[in-house]
């Protein structure tokens, strides 16, 4: 585990440029934290943030079955459809505009493979280290909130399991926006302890004075606030997280 970087300052930029990359062939892969060959003791993470893996896969490839424990799971497809198989007895394709969410528990193994023969698929996959070990696995999959709706952040994700979109096992909450038109927003921070990881998908983005582009992404905490400017033909995702993990 890496010390606490908020011992040493308020913010980390992560530049797209700076990620580790390993092109498999039928995957090319982007990784913002340590993961599989790629080590960089300054990002092996940010809070409850383990993985955050950007991932083109080939036509009719995938991954497959492969062990999970104690770790939370979102699977946002950016491009293309995925199909997923798990040994719950899941089986089913999810597509853009829907995110998928696994906790893996006491352990858990699924297979993960594009459902395209012809196009390749584009996905963020997500790891966080959930507040509660050793849970009965589950998955879910959900439609994301309409995303025609433009100019604001949307909910995708919330610890509430009676809520209305995707939840896990941590305080964690995630946003998506897209946006057509330049847009001013200041993100509260939702629980004191957390931070937010502002990842932009695409486009152009500047949140607190520091500006991001393509894959950039700017990690906050010790705030209960982020100024952000969203400029027009962005696309950006915020996670909320706690700085420091606590298991029970």
Request: no cysteine; charged share 20%; glycine share 8%.
């Amino acid at each position: 585990m890496s010390k606490d970087l908020s011992q040493e300052s308020k913010y980390v930029i992560h530049k797209a440029s700076a990620r580790g990359h390993a092109n498999h062939g039928w995957l090319d892969a982007r990784h913002s934290f340590s993961f599989a060959n790629y080590y960089d003791a300054h990002k092996i993470h940010f809070g409850a943030i383990r993985v955050l893996n950007d991932d083109v896969i080939a036509a009719g490839k995938g991954f497959g079955m492969h062990p999970h424990n104690n770790m939370e799971i979102i699977t946002i497809p950016l491009e293309g459809a995925l199909a997923h198989e798990d040994s719950m007895g899941n089986a089913s394709v999810i597509q853009h505009g829907e995110i998928q969410v696994m906790s893996a528990g006491t352990g858990v193994q699924h297979s993960e493979f594009n459902n395209s023969n012809k196009d390749v698929v584009k996905t963020l996959q997500i790891w966080i280290f959930p507040n509660k070990e050793n849970v009965t696995p589950r998955y879910a999959q959900h439609l994301l909130p309409d995303m025609k709706d433009v100019n604001k952040l949307i909910q995708i994700l919330s610890p509430d399991p009676d809520g209305d979109v995707a939840w896990i096992h941590q305080d964690a909450w995630f946003y998506l926006g897209r946006f057509e038109e330049n847009t001013d927003i200041k993100y509260d921070v939702k629980k004191e302890g957390n931070g937010a990881y502002i990842f932009v998908i695409k486009g152009r983005v500047d949140a607190d004075n520091h500006t991001l582009l393509d894959r950039d992404a700017l990690g906050v905490w010790d705030t209960h606030e982020v100024s952000i400017k969203a400029h027009a033909g962005s696309t950006l995702l915020i996670m909320d997280v706690p700085m420091h993990i606590s298991t029970h």
